[in-house]
Nanobody, 133 residues
Framework: QVQVVESGGGLVQAGGSLRVSCQAS????????WAWFRQAPGKEREGVSC????????YYADSVKGRFTTSRDNAKNTLYLDMDNLKPEDTAMYYC??????????????????????????WGQGTQVAVAS
């Protein structure tokens, strides 16, 4: 049984930092590239970042580029998202998901990730990040 658990969210002041984590079990974690998504109230879910199965390549949405860093520890079956210089517009529920052997094509990630996409699986329940101004 696949289980994915995000953690590490919380309330932070603008300009602050947080690290959210995503731990998976019941599947071969390093068979997949993994992505972070977020969804703010009343808005559609959007892709934030992707990291390849080997951690050899990463992708970031323009809105977080230079502020967020994704990494993974395959030995711990864990995905991370380090968020610096947080802004109120980063407030959202953050989710991780497996997105296949490789990250989606750049064009796909830049134009909405094809959500909802049945290729994305093993979603966690999310962790809430709130940034106060």
């Amino acid at each position: 049984q696949v289980q994915v658990v995000e953690s590490g969210g919380g309330l932070v002041q603008a300009g602050g930092s947080l690290r959210v984590s995503c731990q998976a079990s019941g599947l071969t974690f390093n068979d997949y590239s993994w992505a972070w998504f977020r969804q703010a109230p009343g808005k559609e879910r959007e892709g934030v970042s992707c990291i390849s199965w080997s951690a050899g390549s990463t992708y970031y949405a323009d809105s977080v580029k230079g502020r967020f860093t994704t990494s993974r520890d395959n030995a711990k079956n864990t995905l991370y998202l380090d968020m610096d210089n947080l802004k109120p517009e980063d407030t959202a529920m953050y989710y991780c998901a497996a997105v296949g052997r490789v990250c989606p094509r750049m064009q796909t990630m830049q134009t909405g990730w094809g959500l909802p996409n049945p290729k994305y699986h093993s979603w966690g329940q999310g962790t809430q990040v709130a940034v106060a101004s």
